[in-house]
């Protein structure tokens, strides 16, 4: 298995609504990336998870949680969204931090209604 | 200042056409990444290069480490080739490039 799987591809929340965003990879990856890109934008980095730690954290509001339950998962609370916050969540892996071999998967479409 | 610099911005050309985009990188970096995203997609990995070239199909990246350039070049561009070319060079985080966006016209 060579993918990072990302669910759901599609998600569109009110502003009140609590959500979580899923990815999951099983490739032995020990660093995993959460990444927001917004139209005609590069990806900004989020959060970095090494070992199942969170290593780094762009400054993001706290209406964004992370979890790394274990080495395979990472996921991504959402709670009390902002119209703004819409954007394609990417997530990505690779073998360890600093390291090369990165593989994203194929995003979530989140819309803040 | 970017860590990476894309050029150009976007791009139109005529099936069949050959096509070039560039990427210049200031920080020290042991490898480059050009990727591809679709409209709405995701991000797929293209190449990832430390020296010298790589073709895989009609897709050809080259890289100057000295120079700090690399450019991904396209022969007889088609328009399923039409996405975003990103450059990027891994090191704690991903410092992407501002991409290229390529529109190919049958």
């Known amino acids: 298995d060579t993918e990072v799987t990302q669910t759901p591809k599609h998600l569109v929340m009110g502003m009140t609504n609590k959500k979580s965003l899923k990815c999951e990879q099983h490739?032995?990856?020990?660093?995993m990336y959460w990444y927001k890109q917004k139209a005609k934008k590069p990806p900004e980095l989020m959060f970095v998870y090494s070992y199942e730690k969170l290593s780094i954290n762009e400054s993001v509001p706290s209406r964004f949680s992370p979890e790394c339950p274990n080495s395979s998962l990472l996921n991504l609370h959402l709670h009390a969204l902002q119209p703004e916050d819409s954007a394609l969540y990417l997530c990505?892996?690779?073998?360890?931090?600093?390291?090369?071999?990165?593989?994203f998967g194929s995003g979530t479409r989140l819309t803040v209604v | 200042k970017n860590e990476v610099e894309q050029s150009p911005q976007n791009l139109t050309a005529q099936e069949g056409e050959f096509i070039t985009i560039n990427c210049s990188y200031s920080?020290?970096?042991?490898?480059l990444h050009w990727l591809q995203q679709h409209p709405g997609g995701g991000i797929v990995s293209l190449f990832m290069l430390s020296s010298g070239k790589k073709k895989h199909g009609r897709l050809i990246a080259t890289i100057n480490i000295q120079e700090k350039h690399s450019s991904l070049h396209i022969t007889a561009s088609h328009p399923r080739d039409s996405a975003v070319y990103i450059c990027a060079v891994p090191g704690n985080q991903f410092y992407f490039g501002t991409g290229t966006s390529l529109t190919v016209i049958p």
């Open positions: 490739m032995g990856h020990r660093a």
């Open positions: 990505a892996s690779s073998p360890a931090v600093p390291n090369y071999g990165y593989t």
């Open positions: 920080v020290g970096i042991s490898a």
